[in-house]
């Protein structure tokens, strides 16, 4: 059984998949550059590391979730960063959403230290992460994947494998991808509602009614009739998220013409100062 855990990441999502290891019989090792993060999980029961080597050091299961720039600088490749601190045998799971080429690399460097890796994004929103509801995208070895199901079923609801390492992070390019352009799309519509002369509350309820209603449509959708921008998932990161997707698309030689048009917007919401926000302000951009 996997007992020792690093954990290295505890942003949006991170803090609270880090929480419900907290709540396992697992020896937790935390680290994050936010200091405050870390003294919150060491409340809860984790042990604080000063460094993400002294996170990974001696451990049977490393978890990384922190963004592309992150992971390119001293968190992973760095003199103190994981890479350092790895020890053969250790299975490390890269839950972040980082370009192909970097999960590849990372996985080359790791198996150079013979590391076991696994591609494993998750997707899901802060109060999935709080509840235990995340979908983690697993590429890698079927029996590696199978050590890891207890602890992954901390705070995720469905483990789904789709295929080698790699596979996992273009699998995560077309949730990005489909997630951003329908939560835009609404804003569109909303605000050409609203033009109409209708308000939100009376669009989303029709919106409710029929084969476009979704989940994710009625939480963003309210959250933007509220005004209420409060952070689950920051539009810094799904513009981020939308530019690798749109490097993909390029590298396969597609041209995706919606995704760039909404690329456009998210890139908008970020020069207009709302990049620290939950990513429903984006309809702030087309209110503009």
């Known amino acids: 059984m996997l007992r020792k855990i690093g954990f290295i990441g505890l942003g949006t999502v991170g803090q609270h998949m880090a929480a419900n290891l907290t709540k396992g019989d697992y020896e937790l090792t935390v680290y994050d550059p936010n200091a405050d993060k870390v003294a919150e999980l060491v409340a809860m029961g984790a042990t604080a590391a000063a460094t993400a080597a002294e996170a990974s050091r001696g451990k049977d299961l490393v978890i990384i979730i922190m963004t592309e720039t992150d992971m390119l600088g001293p968190i992973f490749f760095g003199e103190s960063g994981i890479l350092t601190g790895l020890e053969a045998g250790t299975i490390v799971a890269d839950m972040g959403s980082p370009s192909l080429e970097t999960t590849l690399r990372m996985a080359e460097e790791a198996s150079k230290k013979r590391c076991l890796f696994l591609d494993a994004p998750v997707w899901g929103s802060r109060e999935h992460a709080a509840n235990g509801l995340l979908t983690i995208i697993v590429g890698g070895d079927p029996a590696v994947i199978g050590r890891c199901r207890e602890p992954f079923s901390c705070f995720g609801l469905n483990t789904i494998r789709v295929g080698q390492i790699g596979d996992a992070t273009k699998m995560k390019f077309i949730v990005n991808l489909v997630q951003a352009a329908l939560v835009q799309v609404l804003a569109e519509g909303l605000v050409f509602g609203e033009k109409m002369g209708f308000n939100a509350d009376k669009i989303l309820e029709v919106l409710d009614t029929r084969g476009v209603a979704s989940p994710l449509f009625h939480l963003k959708g309210r959250s933007m009739c509220r005004g209420d921008f409060t952070r689950s998932l920051a539009l810094k990161y799904v513009n981020d998220q939308m530019h690798l997707v749109m490097n993909a698309a390029r590298l396969v030689g597609l041209h995706l ?32």
């Open 257 to 288: 013409p919606a995704a760039e048009a909404v690329s456009r917007v998210y890139e908008q919401g970020v020069e207009a100062g709302f990049g620290e926000e939950d990513f429903s302000a984006v309809i702030k951009v087309l209110r503009k």
